[in-house]
């Protein structure tokens, strides 16, 4: 007699082959003893998918469509075929933790009443996805949702309830509607209902089905106790055009469907509304890095120009009374800024991703140009060479400024200096996987036990080191220690990647990595001048005790200014390789040396100031 699966797992896949390999092995590791049958409906894809499915996972029942059926009509094939007491409808790019099965199949048993359970859901960067839980889309709910004014008010039950604001996502809870992306449903619920509508091809079938749910009589619920890793959550697409055209169109066929045709007419008026509210939200982004940038610094280099005039003709040049002409603070200090910020455009100083120099580069340019009209002007045109050399130097002042403050908020990026790719890598098997990467990566392993156990210093170890990948091992991680660790490190800036198992591919959200094949050096730099001017700036606040815990820990002394200016000591440094108040080794970890020279020295030369302040800040909180 054959016996009945626990579980049957259906997954409508499309050109998502390493994403699916990755999903597929998580589910096969949370079987844990019960008996799971797998499904793959794969839509037409025009990668490896098919091909990698049978290869690698045999075991999995495989549907290839010769045509995009969509997500509703894919899942109904395996579903009417699918044996199992629960179905659950899983996304290919997410990844279960080992211990998914057991936590859903105690809550169902636990709570009869309940027809379908969803999860709570994390994306690539370990934070929490709203739409893990959701309320019913009614026209109203809509509204806010659309106009955005729930952002205004997250926490509130009305102008929030379609992502249910008002409760916490780490409870356990009734709701309304669940997520498509991880849904278990009892099987004879879905064959009561008729399993998904197929009038949907992508978003809305879920709202519908777990309406439908509801409609019988049975509740939804939301597992917060345990969660999933959802690379491609709605947060990454509901920014687009065609994610507001596609998705408010399946909440007016939606709407008409249950709530009547007038309804569904108020949601196309949405739909327009989103339309062009998004795009105006997009155009608006655009104008004011485009042009918002260069006015505002405008405003500023002229205003330091204009006092620097009015410095110089009351006390230098029209001491015993008179002043410069109009012409020449309304006409030719403007035309000096000008060119100063069109050297700035010119070098690239506006562009969302820059280079370090790019604005001193363009500063540079516009002030050799003003020379250059300065002495081609005639005699009684040339007002004053001390304005402009004094007035450029508060332009550079100024772009220093500017650009650390837009740096901090993430309005424009810094190209670093270094092609060097730096990685991180939690593992407990380091040889096996850094034998397989090239010698020119800056690699770091570090044991899921040390995460766990000395989290406060690996934040302020990432803060320092800034690597450009963390990779989680999915061949010795368990995708459970992979999952907490990540949300731990939720606040971290980094690209976070799951090494896809038996393979040297690395996967994250929007990213698919061969690291082996990265070319990467560090290239012979020297530490900046600016970077020891500011290094002493910073040693003399925490002399002045701005820093007591810094000051007392590593006996910071005004001796150190000097040894600082001479170019003999840093205020960060690495073991032996340079003499520094504070050695960054000792800090992350007395012996283990966690941090690459390699990746220290990039520290260095690419130094951000507001940076070095927040690493100071921290070393004043975090006891060792």
């Not at 249950?258 to 739909?271: D, M, P, S, T, V």
């Not at 001390?386 to 908020?409: E, H, K, M, P």
């Not at 459970?480 to 996967?507: A, G, M, Q, W």
């Amino acid at each position: 007699m054959e016996v009945r699966p626990d579980i049957s797992v259906v997954i409508v896949s499309y050109n998502v082959c390493h994403y699916l390999k990755l999903c597929l092995d998580s589910v096969f590791k949370a079987a844990n003893g019960h008996g799971i049958e797998v499904f793959v409906v794969d839509n037409a894809s025009s990668d490896d998918s098919v091909d990698m499915v049978k290869q690698n996972f045999p075991q999995v029942r495989l549907i290839a469509n010769s045509q995009n059926l969509g997500f509703s009509r894919a899942n109904n094939i395996a579903l009417k075929e699918a044996k199992g007491a629960y179905h659950l409808l899983l996304n290919p790019d997410t990844i279960v933790p080992e211990t998914i099965f057991d936590t859903c199949l105690k809550i169902m048993k636990e709570h009869p009443e309940v027809g379908a359970a969803g999860i709570r859901m994390i994306d690539g960067s370990g934070h929490f996805l709203p739409e893990s839980k959701r309320g019913l889309p009614t026209p109203r709910v809509s509204f806010f949702k659309i106009t955005g004014l729930y952002r205004l008010f997250p926490g509130s039950a009305v102008v929030n309830k379609y992502y249910l604001g008002n409760t916490s996502p780490l409870e356990n809870q009734y709701v309304e509607i669940l997520a498509g992306a991880f849904m278990l449903v009892k099987s004879e619920v879905a064959e009561e209902i008729g399993y998904l509508p197929e009038e949907y091809f992508m978003y809305g079938e879920d709202i519908d089905f777990s309406y439908q749910i509801l409609r019988k009589g049975y509740k939804n619920f939301y597992i917060a106790e345990d969660k999933i890793l959802h690379f491609k959550g709605e947060s990454t697409k509901k920014g687009t055009l065609n994610y507001v055209y596609v998705f408010y169109k399946a909440m007016a066929l939606f709407s008409a469907k249950y709530f009547g045709k007038g309804n569904a007419f108020f949601y196309n008026i949405l739909i327009s509304i989103g339309i062009i509210f998004t795009a105006l939200i997009a155009a608006l982004k655009r104008l004011i890095i485009s042009l918002g940038l260069p006015v505002f610094e405008f405003l500023a280099i002229y205003a330091g120009f204009w006092y620097v005039h009015d410095y110089w003709e009351k006390n230098h040049r029209f001491i015993s009374g008179g002043e410069y002409p109009d012409v020449y603070v309304y006409g030719i200090l403007p035309l000096y800024t000008v060119l100063l910020v069109t050297g700035v455009l010119l070098s690239g100083g506006y562009k969302r991703h820059q280079k370090a120099n790019s604005a001193f580069r363009g500063l540079l340019f516009g002030f050799v140009v003003i020379l250059i009209l300065y002495a081609l002007s005639p005699e009684n045109w040339r007002f004053s060479r001390a304005i402009i050399v004094l007035g450029t130097l508060w332009a550079f002042l100024w772009s220093f400024i500017y650009r650390n403050v837009l740096l901090s908020l993430n309005i424009i990026e810094i190209a670093k200096k270094t092609t060097l790719l730096s990685t991180v890598l939690i593992t407990k098997n380091p040889d096996s996987l850094t034998n397989q990467l090239p010698k020119n990566l800056s690699v770091k392993c570090i044991n899921p036990e040390v995460v766990k156990s000395e989290l406060p210093q690996l934040k302020l170890f990432f803060l320092i080191a800034q690597p450009d990948y963390v990779v989680f091992d999915s061949d010795t991680v368990s995708y459970r220690e992979s999952l907490d660790i990540l949300e731990k490190l939720s606040t971290i800036h980094t690209t976070f990647l799951f090494k896809i198992p038996t393979e040297n591919v690395f996967v994250g959200t929007g990213e698919i990595l061969n690291l082996s094949s990265g070319q990467n050096k560090l290239e012979s730099q020297k530490i900046p001048v600016i970077k020891l001017i500011y290094d002493f700036l910073l040693t003399l606040l925490i002399c002045f005790g701005f820093f007591p815990k810094v000051k007392a820990r590593y006996n910071v002394k005004f001796d150190h200014l000097f040894e600082i200016l001479k170019g003999n000591m840093l205020l960060f440094g690495y073991g032996n390789a340079q003499k520094s108040i504070v050695d960054i080794n000792t800090v992350i970890n007395n012996s283990n040396n966690l941090l690459p020279i390699e990746t220290l020295y990039e520290f260095q030369v690419n130094f951000n100031p507001l940076h070095s302040l927040r690493i100071l800040r921290m070393l004043d909180k975090v006891t060792f």
